[in-house]
């Protein structure tokens, strides 16, 4: 184990405590925890939890952000997040997403054909691009190539 990673469980074992210590108990009754290994066990699960959560939040929040900062103008909105309570309480990321505007520019092909490569650099920004987010950069350069056909009959006069 790497040093980082055992101050990251000690720093996190003291933060529980504090949390439990100034937290009080719903309904005014005691919270029975088991005492020994038992409670120590318990312990370790939670801050490997929370720990977990706090890595996934951590990777959601960068990978929407790739999304966010690379799609421009093409953003419709988001980052929209889906949470999951942890056991001290908070709310961590756990999934997202970002609406673009994937629709081609009517009547323009050169237009589409750069919101195209847009869209595919929105799409693959983060840097382990969800199965999603690979779909919408297969149906951006479907986008693309029909677009660059469309250039190449204009130029050739409309000829096949």
């Not at 939890?49 to 999304?67: K, N, P, T």
């Not at 195209?116 to 919408?136: F, G, M, T, W, Y």
């Amino acid at each position: 184990m790497r040093i980082g990673s055992l101050s990251g469980v000690i720093h996190g074992a003291m933060q529980l405590q504090k949390v439990r210590a100034s937290a009080p108990e719903k309904g005014g009754a005691e919270k029975k925890t088991p005492s020994g290994p038992g409670r120590e066990l318990a312990e370790l699960r939670e801050l490997l939890e929370l720990s977990r959560l706090r890595r996934i939040d951590q990777a959601v929040r960068a990978h929407e952000r790739a999304h966010l900062v690379a799609g421009g103008e093409l953003v419709r909105s988001g980052p929209h997040y889906i949470y999951r309570r942890g056991p001290d309480g908070k709310l961590y990321a756990v999934g997202g997403d970002v609406v673009l505007d994937t629709s081609a520019v009517p009547g323009d092909p050169e237009a589409t054909l750069r919101k195209a490569e847009k869209i595919v650099r929105a799409a693959l920004a983060p840097l382990n691009p969800s199965p999603q987010d690979i779909r919408v950069a297969v149906e951006a350069q479907i986008m693309a190539m029909e677009a660059r056909l469309e250039l190449a009959r204009e130029r050739n006069g409309g000829e096949e």
